[in-house]
């Protein structure tokens, strides 16, 4: 069974940092593309990074360009996001999810649970 | 950035009748339109890609339709666990990918 299973959520002070993991299991995770997808509470799905198979090719949304750090290793089936200066605007459950396989349909094929991120003094 | 928009916000309807979804891009996304599906205190699941194809799984009664910046779902027959919210994605232009900011279908 293909499975996606984010960690490293929590409540944080504005300012400071995490690391979120993403544990893959199921399929073969050096083949397959990865991003960060977050909700903040209420509202909408908002991508926020994008890590391609062997970390080559790495993007990010505007909104976190220059604060957060994705990264993966294929050893270990997982991926991560480094976040740092976190913002109270940073509040949202932060979810990995797949890119489909073939490069040329980019859409997200499998998602985590998401784990939640609360930024607040 | 291309800018998806949904409409509607919310969609009442009693189980077993026609739902209509509507999802329009500021530029035309040929179909590289994918539709998902989130519940309640659950993840988003694909639906829908290449805006008329369902994934693995979705039951016959998931449709979409529309190329460039028109784009449709439809559930025909609504059940009672398809009351949840509904995103389109655009992931012709990326990065960055971008959503719409759903349509909730709600019990009538």
């Known amino acids: 069974e293909v499975q996606l299973v984010e960690s490293g959520g929590g409540l944080v002070q504005p300012g400071g940092s995490l690391r979120l993991s993403c544990a893959a299991s199921g399929f073969t995770f050096s083949s397959y593309s990865m991003n960060w997808v977050r909700q903040a509470p209420g509202k909408g799905l908002e991508w926020v990074s994008y890590?391609?198979?062997?970390?080559?090719?790495?993007h990010y949304a505007d909104s976190v360009k220059g604060r957060f750090t994705i990264s993966r290793d294929n050893a270990k089936n997982s991926l991560y996001l480094q976040m740092n200066s976190l913002r109270d605007e940073d509040t949202a459950v932060y979810y990995c999810?797949?890119?489909?396989?073939?490069?040329?349909?980019?859409?997200?094929?499998?998602w985590g649970q998401g784990t939640p991120v609360t930024v607040s003094s | 950035e291309i800018v998806m928009t949904q409409s509607p916000a919310t969609l009442s309807v009693s189980p077993g009748e026609r739902a209509t979804l509507s999802c329009r891009a500021s530029q035309s996304v040929s179909s590289n339109l994918a539709w998902y599906q989130q519940k309640p205190g659950q993840a988003p699941r694909l639906l829908i890609y290449?805006?008329?194809t369902r994934a693995t799984g979705i039951p016959a009664r998931f449709s979409g339709s529309g190329s460039g910046t028109e784009f449709i779902l439809t559930i025909s027959s609504l059940q009672s666990e398809d009351f949840a919210d509904y995103y389109c994605?655009?992931?012709?232009?990326?990065?960055?990918?971008?959503f719409g900011q759903g349509t909730k279908v709600e019990i009538k």
């Open positions: 290449d805006a008329s």
């Open positions: 890590i391609s198979t062997a970390s080559g090719t790495i």
């Open positions: 999810a797949r890119k489909n396989y073939w490069s040329a349909s980019a859409y997200f094929d499998c």
């Open positions: 994605q655009q992931y012709n232009n990326w990065p960055p990918w971008t």
